[in-house]
């Protein structure tokens, strides 16, 4: 027997370790019993923290980049704190109504805030890339748009689906750079609608081109009566939880020739996984793939290339968004966000700090953010 094939059948009937969909059946439900008390551990924690508990910054990156050091490394099935995290969901994508009062609806001077808001750059709710030598966020962002201009092969004259696009950041910037590209840009947020509207009328913006068009409306119901070259899909999919229905909606929207890039937060662990805590109040229902679901989702769309960003990149993007945050508060505490504004403070601290940090283990080799180009099957 070699040392891989013993390790295949330690994973298939230990608990705990490895690959949850090898795991027998009573492996499989120990395992999930012991997800539910690490999940509770985090709640508790993570209650405890918006309840009030001080913590140095430092010490709580210690504790979580601990033990999410062990996690990736040997227990990933315990990252994934409800079953509907290891599969796919009947709808395209669940809770969205809830999703958008809880996340993106929310005071836009605090967002726009903290995550930055330039004469180009607008709001970008997803990583920059530091990597290429960028040395402020605004910078990052371009670098990162810059990459998926080039990854995707946008070419002067194409019409482009933005699906899930934000404040209209990327259509935006790369609107600035060819003159001849149309947009489409879909989003569910009223409130982030509101200001792409605004910036239509806006003649220094590029929205106001003639060459935007935009559709506020769900994910899950849209419909277009034209097709794309290309379609880009950034920082969307993780409030995505059926890939198969998913890609069959942007293979009907795509010219046969066309191509599809989906960047994505995505996990190096053979399970998806998720945390209870921004489930119950960042993102109701979101969840991270891990970085082979997407290509092997190929009834629709095929992934025809791929790329792993190292998460030192997210961590970087969320490292300034806290920073911003944390500067903005005289500004941003008087605003009405349906609770304590105390309360809210603490657990958007937790948040950051939390993703900030599990980003940055492991050196950024197990969460990271995915690139995947797809075509027509
Ligand atoms: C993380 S943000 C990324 C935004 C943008 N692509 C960017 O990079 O800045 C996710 C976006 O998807 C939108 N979204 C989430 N669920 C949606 C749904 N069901 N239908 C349409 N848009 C949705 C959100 O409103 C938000 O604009």
Same mark, same amino acid.
């Given at each position: 027997?070699?040392?891989?094939?013993?390790?295949?059948?330690?994973?298939?009937?230990?608990? @705990?370790?490895?690959?949850?969909?090898?795991?027998?059946?009573?492996?499989?439900?120990?395992?999930?019993?012991?997800?539910?008390?690490?999940?509770?551990?985090?709640?508790?924690?993570?209650?405890?923290?918006?309840?009030?508990?001080?913590?140095?910054?430092?010490?709580?990156?210690?504790?979580?980049?601990?033990?999410? &050091?062990?996690?990736?490394?040997?227990?990933?099935?315990?990252?994934? *704190?409800?079953?509907? @995290?290891?599969?796919?969901?009947?709808?395209?994508?669940?809770?969205?109504?809830?999703?958008?009062?809880?996340?993106?609806?929310?005071?836009?001077?605090?967002?726009?805030?903290?995550?930055?808001?330039?004469?180009?750059?607008?709001?970008?709710?997803?990583?920059?890339?530091?990597?290429?030598?960028?040395?402020?966020?605004?910078?990052?962002?371009?670098?990162?748009?810059?990459?998926?201009?080039?990854?995707?092969?946008?070419?002067?004259?194409?019409?482009?689906?933005?699906?899930? !696009?934000?404040?209209?950041?990327?259509?935006?910037?790369?609107?600035?750079?060819? *003159?001849?590209?149309?947009?489409?840009?879909?989003?569910?947020?009223?409130?982030? !609608?509101?200001?792409?509207?605004?910036?239509?009328?806006?003649?220094?913006?590029?929205?106001?081109?003639?060459?935007?068009?935009?559709?506020?409306?769900?994910?899950?119901?849209?419909?277009?009566?034209?097709?794309?070259?290309?379609?880009?899909?950034?920082? @969307?999919? !993780?409030? @995505?939880?059926?890939?198969?229905?998913?890609?069959?909606?942007?293979?009907?929207?795509?010219?046969?020739?066309?191509?599809?890039?989906?960047?994505?937060? &995505?996990?190096? &662990?053979?399970?998806?996984?998720?945390?209870?805590?921004?489930?119950?109040?960042?993102?109701?229902?979101?969840?991270?793939?891990?970085?082979?679901?997407? *290509?092997?989702?190929?009834?629709?769309?095929? &992934?025809?290339?791929?790329?792993?960003?190292?998460?030192?990149?997210?961590?970087?993007?969320?490292?300034?968004?806290?920073?911003?945050?944390?500067?903005?508060?005289?500004?941003?505490?008087?605003?009405?966000?349906?609770?304590?504004?105390?309360?809210?403070?603490?657990?958007?601290?937790?948040?950051?700090?939390?993703?900030?940090?599990?980003?940055?283990?492991?050196?950024?080799?197990?969460?990271?953010?995915?690139?995947?180009?797809?075509?027509?099957?």
């Amino acid at each position: 027997m070699t040392l891989t094939t013993s390790f295949t059948n330690i994973q298939k009937y230990m608990p @705990v370790i490895g690959d949850m969909s090898i795991k027998t059946p009573i492996a499989y439900r120990s395992t999930r019993l012991m997800a539910s008390l690490v999940n509770a551990t985090q709640m508790t924690l993570g209650e405890a923290y918006v309840q009030g508990l001080e913590i140095p910054d430092s010490l709580f990156r210690a504790i979580f980049k601990t033990s999410m &050091t062990l996690f990736f490394q040997y227990c990933p099935g315990l990252l994934a *704190p409800y079953d509907w @995290v290891l599969e796919e969901s009947d709808k395209l994508a669940e809770s969205s109504r809830e999703l958008m009062r809880v996340q993106y609806d929310l005071p836009q001077a605090m967002l726009n805030q903290m995550l930055g808001d330039w004469s180009v750059i607008y709001p970008k709710y997803s990583t920059g890339f530091w990597q290429g030598g960028a040395t402020t966020l605004e910078e990052a962002q371009m670098h990162m748009i810059d990459q998926v201009i080039d990854r995707l092969g946008i070419t002067d004259g194409d019409n482009i689906l933005d699906f899930g !696009c934000g404040w209209g950041c990327v259509p935006n910037y790369i609107l600035s750079k060819f *003159p001849n590209v149309r947009f489409t840009g879909l989003n569910l947020s009223h409130q982030q !609608c509101e200001y792409m509207r605004q910036k239509m009328e806006d003649p220094t913006s590029y929205l106001s081109s003639g060459r935007f068009t935009l559709y506020e409306g769900d994910l899950n119901e849209a419909q277009f009566t034209e097709k794309f070259d290309k379609i880009l899909s950034i920082g @969307v999919f !993780c409030h @995505v939880g059926n890939l198969t229905g998913a890609f069959q909606k942007l293979a009907s929207f795509l010219k046969h020739d066309g191509k599809v890039l989906i960047h994505i937060i &995505t996990v190096k &662990t053979p399970n998806n996984m998720s945390s209870g805590f921004t489930h119950k109040y960042i993102f109701p229902h979101g969840r991270y793939w891990n970085y082979d679901a997407v *290509p092997s989702c190929n009834r629709d769309l095929k &992934t025809i290339d791929r790329w792993y960003m190292n998460g030192i990149n997210y961590h970087k993007t969320l490292t300034a968004w806290l920073e911003r945050f944390d500067a903005a508060q005289d500004q941003v505490k008087t605003l009405d966000y349906a609770m304590d504004y105390g309360k809210f403070r603490r657990i958007w601290r937790f948040y950051l700090l939390m993703l900030g940090t599990i980003f940055a283990t492991c050196d950024g080799e197990y969460n990271g953010n995915g690139q995947y180009l797809l075509t027509h099957t």
